[in-house]
């Protein structure tokens, strides 16, 4: 009788190995903290300028943008942190939790890729208007 799925990949890891995936974990999982903690300022601060500061609208809805794309971030930044923890401690499916960071990791930098390449756009278009 099968008691589950049978996983697709096994990666043994040695102590020394677990121990900087757990790291890793560790640290990704203060930056998604970090980036949280912005995207959150960044939220509160777009309406705040926009009310009290006599910003723009147009800024403060750029504001409000930035802070969501930041929480975004954040958010596929912990899951990244998530797979590389249980990389470590279940390495019996090692190699799905790999993968699954990896994924997460590919979605995180096309998504910096992407505001990059917006912001580039901002930038030509206000030196040629």
Excluded: C
């Amino acid at each position: 009788m099968s008691t589950g799925a049978t996983p697709k990949e096994s990666l043994p890891l040695t102590p020394e190995q677990k121990q900087t995936v757990a790291g890793v974990a560790s640290t990704m999982q203060i930056v998604a903290g970090l980036l949280l903690l912005l995207g959150l300022i960044q939220l509160v601060g777009g309406p705040v300028s926009l009310i009290w500061l006599g910003a723009g609208f147009f800024s403060a809805v750029l504001t409000l943008v930035q802070g969501a794309l930041t929480l975004l971030l954040a958010l596929v930044m912990l899951a990244a942190s998530s797979d590389f923890r249980y990389l470590g401690e279940y390495p019996r499916f090692g190699g799905n939790h790999l993968r699954n960071a990896a994924k997460s990791l590919t979605m995180f930098y096309q998504v910096q890729v992407g505001v990059a390449l917006v912001l580039a756009l901002i930038v030509v278009v206000r030196l040629l208007s």
